[in-house]
């Protein structure tokens, strides 16, 4: 029995590039693997808030006690595939989807320095598989140095214990030219995954 984590940050309700690409990769795993757990978080319609001072303590490990980063991370621990349907908004990811990593890195429980050397504590084994839509074409040329979703999203994974992340893009999509096949090329992409 797989568990399947998916979240969604897209502002776009309507024809998000990133919530076609996750639904129909999830569609399919799915199919494959029929007894899947499903554990399905819209950031957008049902944001998690940002971290506020009597948020530190547990967020540095210090205090226990049952609350929203507790219940995330219980879901990051559990799940063995996680999906991300993560657009590029200025640069980066979304606040929304910050705000998700934000509250499940925590001190003791998904990281910790142990004599001083940072140290990842989820369980391994795990996958990502980031679906990421920009205006621009950041993977190759002038702009690669400015995107900041890819290199931020692999090193958080990293950090956390989870290595195994693959970023499927469908870049362009503010070019008329291009949108429409560099969709097609991720959809692909999407569904020659092996899962
Ligand atoms: C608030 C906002 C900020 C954006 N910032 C960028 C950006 O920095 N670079 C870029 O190439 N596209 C940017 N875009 C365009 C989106 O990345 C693009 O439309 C993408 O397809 C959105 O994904 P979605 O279709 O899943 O919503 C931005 C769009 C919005 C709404």
């Known amino acids: 029995m797989s568990t399947l984590l998916v979240l969604h940050s ?4 309507a024809s998000s590039v990133t919530r076609e690409l996750t639904a129909a990769f999830v569609q399919r795993f799915l199919a494959h693997h029929p007894v899947t757990t499903l554990i399905e978080r819209d950031l957008i319609t049902n944001p998690i808030p940002h971290l506020t001072p009597d948020m530190v303590p547990s967020v540095l490990g210090q205090e226990a006690g049952p609350n929203l980063a507790d219940t995330l991370i219980d879901e990051l621990e559990r799940a063995d595939v996680v999906v991300i349907g993560a657009p590029m908004y200025n640069f980066t990811v979304s606040s929304a989807l910050k705000a998700w990593i934000d509250h499940v890195y925590r001190a003791k429980r998904t990281f910790a320095y142990v004599d001083g050397v940072p140290t990842a504590l989820l369980p391994p084994g795990k996958k ?8 621009g074409a950041y993977t190759e040329g002038a702009a690669k140095s400015i995107d900041f979703v890819e290199p931020f999203m692999r090193t958080a994974f990293k950090f956390i214990g989870i290595s195994d992340v693959t970023i499927i893009r469908a870049e362009s999509q503010a070019s008329p030219e291009a949108a429409s096949a560099e969709r097609s090329r991720a959809m692909q992409r999407a569904m020659a995954l092996s899962i």
């Open 128 to 135: 990502v598989i980031l679906f990421v839509s920009s205006g």
């Open 10 to 13: 897209s502002l776009n309700s």
